[in-house]
């Protein structure tokens, strides 16, 4: 069974590239790695997924090395509102039930 | 835009109590989740549904049963509350593509 870890926090200044790792060492063939952010009182929403190598979108970059034990979100100059609590999930729910693994989450503080 | 909307906000209940959580996600999603997130302890999965009348247990159902008798409405149910039930609750509906909408949570306090 997967098990995430995550640094708990972080701090960055605006404008600088932040890189969250995660660490996934029992990551199954099945597996996809998702990231999620977290605003207080909200639920989490969606930042990016992957399944190996790179992805970019809009917001941000994932880095999945081939062994796939662990992934990267790479935010690119962030600023103030991306201060956020982010999640990584490994899993796929079309295995049998019990597979979707949140780490538990590292604190991201950007400063001005 | 999905909406996944959750009939709560706050719920306090007592001890034994039999508590009921709604959730409905409006975009025809096949898969919808029920999560609790503690303090330290991130997001757990409680209970996945990929169909109607259908569920999976999550890393931590004892305590909780689920219902699904239309494919937008996912019931969390606590048969008896306790205290280490006090928790926040999140929904989740997914597609296909494995990317899950959250709801925006309920905060329930079990005294």
């Known amino acids: 069974l997967a098990k995430t870890t995550q640094p708990i926090s972080m701090d960055s200044y605006e404008g600088q590239e932040v890189n969250i790792t995660c660490s996934h060492n029992?990551?199954?063939?099945?597996?996809?790695i998702t990231w999620y952010q977290q605003f207080p009182s909200q639920g989490p929403r969606f930042i990016i997924q992957?399944?190996?190598t790179k992805v970019t979108n809009e917001v941000a970059s994932l880095f999945i090395p081939a062994d796939r034990k662990s992934s990267t979100l790479s935010l690119p100059r962030v600023s103030l509102s991306d201060t956020a609590v982010y999640y990584c999930l490994v899993g796929s729910f079309y295995n049998q039930g019990g597979k979707l693994i949140f780490g538990q989450g590292t604190e991201l503080s950007v400063k001005p | 835009d999905v909406k996944v909307t959750q009939s709560s906000r706050y719920l306090v209940k007592r001890t034994g109590e039999k508590v009921f959580l709604e959730c409905v996600q409006d975009?025809?999603?096949?898969?919808m989740f029920w999560y609790r997130q503690d303090p330290g302890l991130g997001l757990r999965l409680i209970y996945f549904s990929y169909d109607v009348k259908m569920k999976e247990k999550g890393d931590i159902p004892e305590g909780y049963s689920v219902s699904r008798e239309k494919k937008e409405r996912f019931s969390l149910i606590l048969e008896s509350a306790s205290t280490n039930q006090t928790s926040m609750y999140l929904c989740?509906?997914?597609?296909?593509?494995?990317?899950?909408?959250f709801g925006p949570g309920t905060r329930l306090t079990v005294t």
């Open positions: 975009m025809d999603h096949e898969n």
């Open positions: 989740a509906s997914s597609g296909t593509n494995n990317e899950q909408y």
């Open positions: 029992n990551i199954a063939t099945n597996d996809y």
């Open positions: 992957g399944y190996k």
